[in-house]
């Protein structure tokens, strides 16, 4: 496969509003300046780093060292005459620590640039770094929009090493503020990468645990891009898309990593629901999502599978006719389906698939069933604070959110098999 590059936009497209009715409106796309995809992209980095400045921050983690991906950066950068100082303390979720540790670093050794290499806790962290190298104030203050960054950012090429999060073409930046325990959603055009370099050789080596709860994270990206009250036509093309390509590879990159063609797939599909969820939104599951993260530290793509049928099988009423063209798009076996079956037919893929990749429950994982009991109207309140919910074709209530916690903290997938 030949590398392939084109360069980003910021357009806005007329389409039809689902949400009360039929009615014109406008929507904004935002996308990196440019993307570089395939096999060897990666290698492009030196020479797309001297084109942003001469002195890169590399935020990556341990694991990328010990893989040697941070050796080969620095080979790139180092042909291309662009010096390097690492910050590998990412360890876990980003949080605002490791975002004031980096900071520091930029400006104790002037970088003109962020190169993120990793996952999504990397990229995040190198997203909420490149805002604040140039903007005033804590990473904390930009949650729900309270503050804007006034200033262009760093420059900030954002290199993926898994196929799950899609946080190298989002303008979107999670971050655990440690003094609350809550999890940042901060969403505004300033956090979106100037370039992404995504190439899937970098994904083979991610174990299985991983490629399982990254790549339903994308799934959960993509399928709630859809079903969004905020979806439109440009979002729907590539959630479709990523989808189908997620349901059909990522049972083929668990099974068997070095699978290429695999690993591919999973790493364009996981690009592409960032994309579509960038533009329109994620819903419930991530809503409900976060808090676990914060409070328990089970990994965002596990809590988010944790989730998914549960919330799916609740919202399946309001939104039988997208779930319909799910199903249909996904197999053409559906085309003589009524949208009920459709329906019933995505969210049982969708069980199976977690079940076949060992999702667990929230109980199996661990969580100590009084300390989640006690926390539970702390998460409502977090997850509704989050505004996701209300992008759900279902709003819920809190009382319905912790109802909807407890029934999947010892979730059986038998349960919504027999039903």
Not at 10 to 30: A, F
Not at 258 to 274: F, L, V
Request: charged share 20%; aromatic share 6%; net charge negative.
């Amino acid at each position: 496969m030949q590398r392939k590059s084109w360069h980003g936009f910021c357009i806005s497209i007329e389409h039809e509003k689902r949400k009360g009715g039929l009615s014109l409106g406008y929507s904004t796309v935002h996308l990196p300046k440019s993307i570089l995809y395939g096999e060897n992209s990666f290698s492009a980095i030196g020479t797309e780093a001297a084109k942003s400045g001469s002195r890169v921050l590399l935020i990556s983690d341990e694991v990328m060292k010990k893989l040697g991906y941070v050796e080969e950066c620095h080979a790139f950068l180092r042909e291309a005459d662009v010096a390097c100082t690492d910050y590998l303390g990412v360890a876990s979720e980003p949080t605002d620590v490791y975002v004031a540790e980096a900071l520091q670093l930029i400006q104790d050794h002037q970088c003109d640039q962020v190169i993120a290499l990793g996952g999504g806790s990397c990229i995040d962290t190198a997203k909420a770094v490149a805002v604040l190298a140039t903007n005033k104030g804590d990473i904390s203050d930009y949650m729900g929009g309270k503050t804007l960054a006034a200033k262009a950012p760093l420059p900030l090429t954002a290199i993926p090493t898994t196929g799950g999060t899609g946080s190298e073409a989002t303008d979107v930046t999670v971050i655990t503020n440690t003094r609350t325990d809550v999890k940042m959603m901060i969403k505004q055009p300033a956090f979106m990468p100037e370039k992404a370099i995504v190439d899937p050789y970098l994904t083979v080596s991610s174990p299985k645990s991983i490629t399982a709860a990254t790549g339903v994270d994308a799934l959960t990206h993509a399928v709630e891009a859809f079903i969004s009250r905020k979806a439109h036509a440009f979002t729907d093309a590539l959630a479709l898309s990523a989808i189908k390509r997620i349901m059909l590879y990522l049972p083929k990159a668990f099974e068997n990593g070095k699978d290429i063609e695999a690993r591919d797939h999973m790493i364009y599909g996981s690009m592409q629901a960032g994309m579509a969820f960038s533009n329109s939104s994620v819903c419930l599951v991530h809503g409900m999502s976060r808090p676990i993260g914060a409070l328990f530290h089970v990994p965002h793509g596990i809590s988010n599978a944790m989730l998914l049928p549960v919330l799916l099988n609740y919202a399946k009423e309001s939104c039988t006719d997208r779930l319909a063209e799910i199903g249909r798009y996904v197999s053409a076996e559906l085309d003589a389906a009524t949208d009920a079956e459709a329906a019933d037919y995505v969210v049982s893929e969708i069980l199976h698939l977690c079940e076949a990749l060992s999702i667990p429950n929230l109980k199996a994982w661990g969580v100590e069933a009084d300390k989640f009991q006690s926390v539970l109207d702390k998460m409502a309140s977090d997850a509704l604070d989050s505004g996701s919910p209300a992008n759900n074709p279902k709003v819920p209530t809190k009382e319905e959110i912790i109802d909807l916690y407890k029934e999947a903290y010892d979730f059986q997938y038998a349960s919504l098999q027999n039903q």
